[in-house]
């Protein structure tokens, strides 16, 4: 696989709105896992498979606090970062439509929250053989099950998707998200019809990881009103899939960039599909997917590919899985990372010699005479002397003074738990001061006013 065939797009530009309580105002691409921010994971996957330039679209206001996170990371891609304006609700598909000059060939969009090892190829093989239009990639789902959530009790109701697949050919019938489907779910007759087996699946995780023809950015384009890619366009363009071309030859309509010249809210017409192309799918069986009965005429082709069981596939975009992707890490990291990426980074000081399966980024600094066991410690944190940290996430610039106990916690980013606190199965919000001496068990410690929803009518 070369760069002239595809080009790679991450998507960092998102709030994560689903994650107030770590985040704070930070961008959620830089959540730190482990020694590195959360956006390394998808840019090292993307090194591995032999890209060498991806682009980064990023919050206007983010693009220097991300590419110094970036600097002494060490990786091999050049990172051509296109920023959207701060100040705008920009969806995904938004985004995409924004950086639509920059796209020059079929394309990968990832999102910036995946961690994972699996092999991009069998997707992109998927996505050649069957000369589809979008192919995405599954997973199985349930990666934080076992894990427990510091703070409050609450009960987490995990955000499922409806997913049909054909047995036969992995086509895609539809993708909804699971609370829109009621008691029963009522599946269309003509989604069975002639076309084999319809499986349906509930507990797989959409990666957010697509391969997409570069006609699909055109019509996306076009189609302003759609904000969002796997809300609002991902199921638009799985519904296109019965749009059918008239059986008679029809002349390209696309100028010689590739853009629509005519009726251009047709999707038909985006599709590079010349009077040559026709000729070739009649007469031949070079294409598996046009080589289906069922699919034969077809012009607008999904797939799915599910990865394998045993492949490690994350999207830290809750609380909980952030949560949960720091506490497994130690014990995936080779499995994920290979043997090239120490744990601790090179830049980090750590002068306790009471340490057992800890993580530290670059820059933190942790004392002599201090306990830890089993946690995570972020980039430029400081932990005093005298202190405990048990199976605990104290993440980037936070600081502990002497004297602390604290087990089973995330410390945000820029707090302060000061001297002689015991924190038990506690969640301490973004910019928080725990006063000396507190001892507070299963409680969410947070400037609550920063998270505070005013609905204007």
Same mark, same amino acid.
């Given at each position: 696989?070369?760069?002239?065939?595809?080009?790679?797009?991450?998507?960092?530009?998102?709030?994560?709105? =689903?994650?107030?309580?770590?985040?704070?105002?930070?961008?959620?691409?830089?959540?730190?896992?482990?020694?590195?921010?959360?956006?390394?994971?998808?840019?090292?996957?993307?090194?591995?498979?032999? #890209?060498?330039?991806?682009?980064?679209?990023?919050?206007?206001?983010?693009?220097?606090?991300?590419?110094?996170?970036?600097?002494?990371?060490?990786?091999?891609?050049?990172?051509?970062?296109?920023?959207?304006?701060?100040? *705008?609700?920009?969806?995904?598909?938004?985004?995409? =439509?924004?950086?639509?000059?920059?796209?020059? *060939?079929?394309?990968?969009?990832?999102?910036?929250?995946?961690?994972?090892?699996?092999?991009?190829?069998?997707?992109?093989?998927? #996505?050649?053989?069957?000369?589809?239009? !979008?192919?995405?990639?599954?997973?199985?789902?349930?990666?934080?099950?076992?894990?427990?959530?510091?703070?409050?009790?609450?009960?987490?109701?995990?955000?499922?998707?409806?997913?049909?697949?054909?047995?036969?050919?992995?086509? !895609?019938?539809?993708?909804?998200?699971?609370?829109?489907?009621?008691?029963?779910?009522?599946?269309?007759?003509?989604?069975?019809?002639?076309?084999?087996?319809?499986?349906?699946?509930?507990?797989?995780?959409?990666?957010?990881?697509?391969?997409?023809?570069?006609?699909?950015?055109?019509?996306?384009?076009? $189609?302003?009103?759609?904000?969002?890619?796997?809300?609002?366009?991902?199921?638009?363009?799985?519904?296109?899939?019965?749009?059918? =071309?008239?059986?008679?030859?029809?002349?390209?309509?696309?100028?010689?960039?590739?853009?629509?010249?005519?009726?251009?809210?047709?999707?038909?017409?985006?599709?590079?599909?010349?009077?040559?192309?026709?000729?070739?799918?009649?007469?031949?069986?070079?294409?598996?997917?046009? *080589?289906?009965?069922?699919?034969?005429?077809?012009?607008?082709?999904?797939?799915? %590919?599910?990865?394998?069981?045993?492949?490690?596939?994350?999207?830290?975009?809750?609380?909980?899985?952030?949560?949960?992707?720091?506490?497994?890490?130690?014990?995936?990291?080779?499995?994920?990372?290979?043997?090239?990426?120490?744990?601790?980074?090179?830049?980090?000081?750590? $002068?306790?010699?009471?340490?057992?399966?800890?993580?530290?980024?670059?820059?933190?600094?942790?004392?002599?005479?201090?306990?830890?066991?089993?946690?995570? #410690?972020?980039?430029? /944190?400081?932990?005093?002397?005298?202190?405990?940290?048990?199976?605990?996430?104290?993440?980037?610039?936070?600081?502990?003074?002497?004297?602390?106990?604290?087990?089973?916690?995330?410390?945000?980013?820029?707090?302060? %738990?000061?001297?002689?606190?015991?924190?038990?199965? /506690?969640?301490?919000?973004?910019?928080?001061?725990?006063?000396?001496?507190?001892?507070?068990?299963? +409680?969410?410690? *947070?400037?609550?006013?920063?998270? +505070?929803?005013?609905?204007?009518?």
């Amino acid at each position: 696989m070369t760069n002239s065939e595809f080009q790679a797009v991450v998507l960092a530009a998102g709030r994560g709105t =689903r994650l107030p309580e770590v985040l704070g105002d930070a961008p959620k691409c830089l959540l730190p896992v482990g020694p590195y921010p959360l956006i390394w994971y998808p840019l090292n996957m993307l090194s591995r498979h032999n #890209f060498t330039e991806v682009i980064v679209v990023v919050q206007e206001q983010d693009k220097l606090e991300i590419q110094v996170a970036l600097e002494h990371t060490h990786l091999k891609v050049k990172i051509d970062y296109a920023t959207v304006p701060s100040d *705008s609700d920009f969806g995904t598909a938004d985004s995409l =439509r924004y950086i639509y000059d920059k796209i020059k *060939s079929d394309f990968l969009v990832v999102s910036c929250d995946i961690v994972t090892n699996v092999s991009l190829y069998p997707l992109i093989n998927k #996505f050649r053989a069957d000369d589809a239009s !979008l192919a995405m990639l599954l997973f199985k789902s349930g990666f934080e099950s076992d894990v427990i959530m510091p703070g409050p009790k609450t009960k987490h109701k995990p955000e499922r998707d409806m997913i049909g697949i054909h047995t036969a050919t992995q086509r !895609l019938a539809f993708v909804f998200a699971a609370s829109d489907c009621e008691d029963t779910l009522n599946i269309q007759r003509h989604l069975l019809k002639n076309k084999g087996q319809l499986d349906v699946y509930g507990r797989l995780l959409d990666a957010h990881i697509y391969v997409l023809k570069k006609w699909v950015i055109n019509y996306l384009h076009r $189609k302003e009103k759609i904000s969002t890619f796997k809300g609002e366009f991902l199921p638009h363009l799985i519904r296109k899939q019965h749009a059918r =071309r008239s059986t008679k030859t029809l002349p390209d309509t696309t100028s010689d960039l590739g853009v629509a010249t005519k009726n251009e809210d047709n999707i038909l017409h985006y599709v590079t599909h010349t009077a040559l192309d026709q000729k070739l799918t009649q007469t031949s069986l070079f294409n598996q997917s046009l *080589s289906h009965i069922p699919y034969h005429g077809d012009v607008v082709r999904c797939f799915a %590919v599910q990865a394998p069981k045993e492949a490690i596939g994350v999207r830290v975009n809750t609380t909980l899985s952030f949560l949960a992707i720091n506490r497994k890490l130690s014990g995936i990291w080779t499995e994920l990372c290979g043997d090239s990426h120490p744990l601790i980074a090179p830049g980090a000081v750590v $002068k306790s010699t009471q340490t057992k399966d800890i993580i530290v980024a670059d820059n933190a600094k942790l004392s002599e005479k201090t306990s830890l066991n089993c946690s995570v #410690f972020g980039a430029n /944190c400081v932990v005093s002397p005298k202190n405990i940290v048990t199976n605990s996430i104290i993440m980037a610039n936070a600081i502990v003074d002497e004297g602390c106990n604290i087990n089973n916690c995330i410390i945000g980013h820029r707090a302060h %738990v000061k001297s002689g606190s015991v924190l038990n199965n /506690c969640l301490v919000g973004p910019n928080y001061v725990v006063e000396e001496g507190t001892k507070s068990q299963a +409680m969410q410690l *947070s400037n609550a006013d920063q998270y +505070m929803e005013i609905d204007i009518q």
